[in-house]
């Protein structure tokens, strides 16, 4: 599977519409979860595969990759950390974990 680009076909765009790319990406398995672990601090791919946990190192080796290409986090002497823009997307989606809780609540858990 390749890196989704802005520009270039992505899952949901022919066109490659830069919201849809995004999607894409974050939208892979474990990309949020990774996203959502480091905002907890810069830390190694071991520590990282600990709170992850289910994770596997080949999938955790897979999304790292991708989001250090997308820009959204990078190697540092401490092991992974968010940059700017990953930081940002982590803000932008905090507001979500509210309103899905919310959403949540219209789902009769007994079913």
């Known amino acids: 599977m390749s890196l989704p680009t802005p520009g270039k076909p992505v899952r949901g765009s022919k066109s490659g519409n ?8 974050l939208g892979r398995s474990w990309s949020m979860g990774i996203i959502w672990r480091l905002q907890e601090g810069s830390c190694t791919f071991r520590v990282l ?6 994770i596997s190192p080949t999938t955790l080796n897979r999304r790292l990759k991708e989001l250090t290409q997308s820009f959204l986090i990078e190697r540092t002497v401490d092991g992974y950390a968010l940059t ?3 930081k940002e997307i982590f803000l932008l989606l ?15 858990t007994n079913e």
Do not use: V, Y
């Open 94 to 108: 905090k507001p979500l974990e509210s309103w899905a809780k919310d959403w949540a609540k219209n789902f009769d």
């Open 84 to 86: 700017n823009k990953g």
């Open 18 to 25: 830069h919201l849809m790319a995004l999607f894409d990406l």
């Open 49 to 54: 595969q600990e709170r992850c946990e289910s």
